[in-house]
């Protein structure tokens, strides 16, 4: 059964960074490439950014490129992302996805960041 | 960036009863198009991708179509388990994006 978890999700001050993990388990995590997606309190889903399975490629939503950082270690089957900068508007439920391809397959239970201003 | 659109926003239903949800992409994407479930609180679930291929463990009452632009999914034999949002995405190009989703509710 593939199994995704979030952790590291905390407030955190305006301006401030954080490091979100997901481990996971249940599949041939280097086979696979994967993404953060966000959703604000009330909001719709937001995609934020994609690893391949190598490591060797990420793409970013143009909001967070230049602040977040997605990188994943094989070793570990956990991948990460590095929020810099935050900002009010990054507040939000950070989902990791495992990709199946170009589209997303199974879903974590998200992670929660809160930034106060 | 590919802006994604749903219609309708809201609709209510009859348990039994079939829903159409359109999702409308402002270029065309072949069809790299995926739908997802989201109940209150809970992650999304992935259901469909390429436009119209089942993700494992979907039941069939579930179906999608459309090619380039234009999509459908359709919900028929609504249960309860089914009253959710709906969001359709696209994941031809960079930055993937998802459409505002559509709200089922029972009737």
């Known amino acids: 059964e593939v199994q995704l978890v979030e952790s590291g999700g905390a407030v955190v001050q305006l301006g401030g960074s954080l490091r979100l993990s997901c481990a996971a388990s249940?599949?041939?995590?280097?086979?696979?490439?994967m993404h953060w997606v966000r959703q604000a309190p009330g909001k719709g889903l937001e995609w934020v950014s994609l690893?391949?399975?190598?490591?060797?490629?990420?793409y970013y939503t143009a909001s967070v490129k230049g602040r977040f950082t997605m990188s994943r270690d094989n070793n570990k089957n956990s991948v990460y992302l590095q929020m810099n900068r935050l900002r009010p508007e990054d507040t939000a439920l950070y989902y990791c996805v495992k990709g199946a391809g170009h589209y997303f397959d199974q879903w974590g239970e998200g992670a929660l960041v809160t930034v106060s201003s | 960036d590919i802006q994604m659109t749903q219609s309708p926003s809201s609709l209510s239903a009859s348990v039994g009863g079939r829903v159409t949800i359109t999702c409308r992409a402002s270029q065309g994407i072949s069809n790299s198009l995926a739908w997802f479930q989201q109940k209150p609180g809970k992650a999304p679930k992935s259901l469909i991708y390429a436009a119209s291929s089942l993700q494992s463990g979907v039941p069939s009452k579930f179906s999608g179509s459309g090619s380039g632009t234009d999509f459908t999914l359709t919900i028929s034999s609504l249960q309860p388990e089914d009253f959710a949002t709906y969001y359709c995405q696209q994941y031809n190009s960079y930055p993937f994006t998802f459409g505002p989703g559509t709200k089922v509710d029972i009737k």
């Open positions: 249940g599949f041939t995590f280097d086979d696979y490439n």
């Open positions: 690893i391949s399975w190598d490591g060797t490629t990420t």
